[in-house]
């Protein structure tokens, strides 16, 4: 099912240029500030993995993303292949968040993808399900709703009316009968 949810992919997409540090979308600079706080980090370069753990928080100008652990798989070349935030994940920028138990980053698919309860807020607005699923590289979201199905609850700042039909002209009279 294709949402038509541009906040849902802006919101993640601020996230990947965040942590992921893509170049390809010439928005963040590689060597830009990310300020990352956790109560223990493991680093195992023979594995090429880093590991922040326990009140994690990353932050990078007004994007936030705090979890309980926070793993980073990388190259050799120290590239990021896949970012994986677990426990109580939130990712925050203003007034937008999107919150889920797990969110996976494939930097070379450019796909992230939330799970556990996922759900997507912009001010009052939020999607649900089971799943979550961005695509970079062709701009398309996907919800999947398992179970309990797909919830949109969107407001509106227009209220809706209904208008009447114009009133038939002559031809359409003559047509009719």
Request: charged residues 20%.
């Given at each position: 099912?294709k ?9 993640v997409?601020l996230?990947?240029v965040f942590?992921?540090q ?5 928005i ?7 300020d990352?706080?956790s ?12 590991v922040f753990?326990?009140h994690?928080v990353?932050i990078?100008g ?5 979890s309980?652990?926070?793993n980073i798989i ?11 935030a ?7 920028t203003g007034?937008d968040n999107i919150?889920?138990g797990?969110?996976v980053?494939?930097?070379k698919k ?9 759900v997507?807020y912009?001010g009052k607005n939020?999607?649900?399900g ?9 701009g ?5 709703g ?8 969107v407001?509106?700042?227009k209220?809706?009316?209904v ?7 002559n031809v359409?009279?003559?047509i009719?009968?």
């Amino acid at each position: 099912m294709k949402i038509n949810s541009y906040f849902l992919v802006l919101i993640v997409f601020l996230c990947s240029v965040f942590l992921f540090q893509s170049k390809g979308y010439g928005i963040a600079k590689p060597q830009s500030k990310i300020d990352i706080t956790s109560d223990s980090l493991v680093v195992n370069n023979k594995k090429n993995i880093a590991v922040f753990t326990g009140h994690v928080v990353a932050i990078k100008g007004k994007l936030k993303i705090l979890s309980s652990v926070l793993n980073i798989i990388y190259t050799k070349k120290n590239k990021i292949k896949i970012l994986i935030a677990t426990g109580n994940v939130h990712i925050i920028t203003g007034k937008d968040n999107i919150t889920g138990g797990r969110a996976v980053y494939y930097n070379k698919k450019k796909i992230a993808v939330i799970t556990e309860n996922p759900v997507a807020y912009e001010g009052k607005n939020k999607i649900a399900g089971k799943e979550i699923k961005i695509d970079f590289k062709t701009g398309i979201s996907t919800v999947i709703g398992g179970k309990k199905g797909v919830n949109a609850v969107v407001y509106s700042n227009k209220s809706l009316t209904v208008q009447k039909p114009p009133a038939k002209t002559n031809v359409q009279n003559k047509i009719n009968k």
